[in-house]
């Protein structure tokens, strides 16, 4: 918290200019759009959706690639026709109001460019001497008990990315719940939930070893949400290596 | 030999004939499941114990039954006569036969554009009278079927799709109608509960859960928001033939989230109704919940109890609502005589001698965001409860998960979502779900069986000793219905958003659920 407070106001400080300096010359007509696109989706979206588009009922729209939309002509299409065979509905609003939904959509999971003070090819090397791909996949490569980091850059911020670093156990990244288990033959274990359901458990090791349990052979079953087996990097980097570190994290854009 | 199945197989369509008497006797024929609950008195229990608590754990697959629909598959089958009657989404209906599972006949609506439904294409299965089926559809119509064939006897609009409204609702058949409930609670509608005739399809009565001017309760509505008013009634009742009463429950005020717009306690919506089935006239009701912001639905299923209850025996109706609050009700009357709550609640601070909820004002929507246990899923939902005489328990699938209402605009347009938040989830928990036996005159949790996710599965509990349930991860099971001990599990590979059922095929016990895009049924080894 500490720590996102402090990069939240660097960050915000950082921004403002770029706004101002990418403003588009037609913005009441923009903004007209987007405001009635922010309202029709709370109204007719957010209920499933979420307030911010993380999704709940439905789908996480807050991600740059929607996987059902690759386009903005697909995204249009969804919000007009429904996706037959799911949840999704079509919606009765005319096409210039879908088109202003699907706007607001798109803003949803856009990561605001911002201005990183660090050096993104220094941050490549810090990446590689800290051994970051032990444990996180990179280019088909890498460890798979943390996110994957191909797209990274397109899904966080620079000031989510360096509390990741700093306070790794701020922010811990849904899918990655971590447990500690003793087997009922007296083995202990420390990892993260892959999946759960009444009567068993599926288990993933730090090794990266998947472990699937019968609940009945555990002794111990014990969540332990907002830890994170990734210790802060706070006392081991320089405020510059960070800021580095930081820059090529964001420069992780996946395939575009 | 080959010759003679082949016939016992096709006659027995032909010998489907369920008049009233057989619906209202259902319980001398277990073999068979005849309405939407097994019973008018809608306890969805059987007395069939062939498969009980000692052999329960040889329970394997029969065959299973795929439908093309990626939609939630909500179907409680009816059996009759060795053939299986079921509704697929969005609006189909399809006869199997019970040795075998093959088709005997199809019917596939074809739809027309610009259907709206809140949560899914969704139906929850058919209503069989004398020699016809009948189903309700996401455009709003009513059919009937020939129970032989699948072909249409007569196809008739209850409400105006376009509008938001939908059936998704199995119908009741009664002696000489047809009730039918309707969803749309999120889209503005005005709510009603129908009743048709069999024979012609004509519409018999409306009973409108939304009064309209001059009409007792009118005044529970600021200005003309009653037009507006929601309070379906998508969920199957109850009936008692001898008081001749008919139950049904009614849902949430429109819009959902925002109440200043529609002042009042905004009758008859989250309500348990009493109506005069010959006529559709209100005979009581009893309001759950008052002004309902939380889009708590009272669309559960009412269940049925005769009981001593402070020292006299009473005609009871027990209802675990979705609110999180137990009640039972006297049936005669409506009077509200227990009422606690079976799950984690945070809206209401407790219910006054009345019945009437003390409501908790830090859970209203707001700009900030409110906090709200349970989310608008409910504790409890459409899907039904059991009763068993043999343990003396009702049965729940509870769901206990959170939600952050934020305030949205709500602006009345026809056919368009009328509800007025959005919602976050609560972060750093999971949401978890219960099976729970209660003590049905108190309310008072006697044992529970805990799944992962919140439940969206019904119960059916059985003179064998069991009760029978699904999960989202896929689980079917069985729990010993006076422990809860799990006796048996299936992993069914999709969610079970279904009732099950039990029933005789050639002398042998079955029990059938919906889960995934499947109906699988199950019985001992031979």
């Known amino acids: 918290m500490r720590w996102g407070v402090a990069a939240g106001g660097a960050i915000g400080v950082a921004l403002v200019p770029l706004v101002v300096l990418s403003a588009p010359t037609v913005v009441t007509a923009q903004t007209a759009e987007m405001e009635q696109g922010k309202r029709l989706y709370e109204s007719q979206c957010g209920s499933c959706h979420g307030p911010l588009g993380n999704g709940g009922r439905g789908a996480n729209l807050a991600q740059p690639r929607l996987r059902r939309a690759s386009d903005d002509q697909a995204l249009f299409n969804i919000i007009r026709r429904g996706i037959p065979g799911t949840e999704m509905p079509g919606s009765p609003l005319t096409p210039r109001q879908v088109s202003s939904i699907a706007a607001y959509v798109k803003t949803l999971g856009r ?128 405020s510059e290596q960070t800021d580095d570190l930081v820059a090529y994290l964001v420069s992780l854009k996946g395939a575009q | 030999m080959k010759t003679l199945v082949l016939m016992l197989v096709l006659a027995a369509p032909a010998a489907a004939q369920v008049p009233y008497a057989r619906i209202l006797d259902a319980a001398s024929e277990p073999g068979n499941w005849l309405t939407y609950s097994g019973s008018y008195g809608a306890q969805r229990y059987s007395t069939l114990a062939q498969i009980n608590r000692d052999n329960v754990d040889r329970l394997q697959p029969a065959w299973i039954y795929q439908i093309r629909s990626l939609q939630k598959f909500e179907v409680s089958p009816l059996v009759v006569d060795g053939v299986m009657y079921i509704t697929e989404p969005p609006s189909d209906a399809t006869a199997l036969d019970l040795r075998t599972g093959r088709p005997i006949w199809r019917y596939r609506r074809a739809l027309p554009e610009g259907i709206v439904t809140c949560c899914g294409q969704v139906n929850r299965g058919v209503a069989l009278l004398d020699d016809q089926v009948f189903l309700g559809t996401v455009d709003a119509h009513l059919v009937a079927l020939d129970a032989r064939t699948g072909r249409v006897r007569w196809d008739i609009e209850v409400a105006d799709y376009a509008m938001g409204h939908a059936v998704t609702v199995a119908p009741l058949a009664l002696q000489d109608k047809i009730i039918v409930g309707i969803a749309g609670g999120e889209y503005g509608i005005r709510g009603f509960l129908d009743a048709y005739d069999p024979t012609t399809g004509e519409r018999r009565w409306r009973f409108w859960t939304v009064p309209g001017p001059g009409e007792p309760g009118h005044d529970t509505w600021s200005g003309d928001s009653w037009e507006r008013g929601g309070a379906p009634t998508w969920v199957t009742g109850a009936y008692d033939p001898e008081l001749d009463l008919l139950y049904w429950g009614t849902g949430n005020p429109g819009p959902d989230f925002i109440g200043e717009v529609r002042r009042g306690d905004n009758l008859y919506s989250e309500s348990l109704i009493a109506l005069d089935p010959d006529t559709g006239t209100l005979q009581w009701y009893f309001q759950f ?45 409506g009077e509200f005589l227990v009422g606690q709550p079976f799950a984690r609640q945070t809206w209401a601070l407790g219910l006054d001698a009345d019945g009437r909820p003390i409501e908790n004002p830090e859970t209203i929507p707001s700009t900030d965001g409110a906090l709200v246990y349970p989310d608008d899923d409910g504790a409890a939902n459409w899907y039904s409860p059991s009763y068993s005489p043999q343990t003396n328990l009702i049965y729940q699938n509870v769901r206990q998960k959170g939600g952050i209402y934020y305030r949205a605009d709500a602006t009345y347009e026809p056919g368009k979502i009328y509800m007025g938040a959005s919602r976050r989830g609560v972060t750093g928990e999971d949401p978890k779900g219960f099976l729970r036996a209660l003590h049905p005159l108190t309310g008072d949790l006697v044992w529970e069986v805990e799944v992962h996710s919140p439940p969206w599965a019904g119960l059916m509990s059985t003179a064998g000793g069991l009760v029978f349930s699904g999960t989202m991860e896929g689980d079917f099971f069985a729990a010993d219905a006076l422990t809860g001990d799990v006796l048996w599990r299936f992993q069914t590979g999709g969610p079970v958003y279904a009732n099950p059922i039990t029933y005789l095929s050639e002398g042998r016990q079955f029990i059938a659920i919906a889960a995934g895009s499947a109906l699988l049924t199950f019985a001992l080894p031979e």
């Open chain 1, 111 to 238: 990561v605001e460019p911002e201005d990183i003070p660090g050096d993104a090819r220094r941050g490549a090397a810090v990446f590689a001497a800290l051994d970051c791909a032990r444990c996180h996949t990179l280019g088909g490569r890498g460890g798979i008990v943390g996110p994957g980091l191909d797209d990274i850059g397109a899904r966080r911020s620079a000031a989510h990315l360096r509390e990741a670093l700093l306070d790794p156990e701020a922010s811990v990244p849904s899918g990655f719940l971590q447990l500690r288990v003793v087997t009922k033959d007296g083995r202990a274990l420390t990892g993260f939930r892959v999946n759960e359901d009444a009567f068993s458990i599926q288990f993933r090791d730090l090794s990266g070893r998947l472990h699937s349990f019968w609940k009945y052979e555990l002794d111990v079953l014990e969540q332990q949400w907002q830890r994170s087996p990734m210790g802060s990097y706070a006392a081991r980097l320089t």
């Open chain 2, 289 to 333: 919940l008052p002004h309902d912001v939380h889009d708590y639905d009272s669309t559960q299923v009412p269940v049925l109890l005769d009981a001593e209850l402070g020292g006299e025996p009473r005609q009871l109706v027990l209802f675990p609502n979705r609110n999180g609050f137990y009640y039972v009700l006297d049936r005669v009357t």
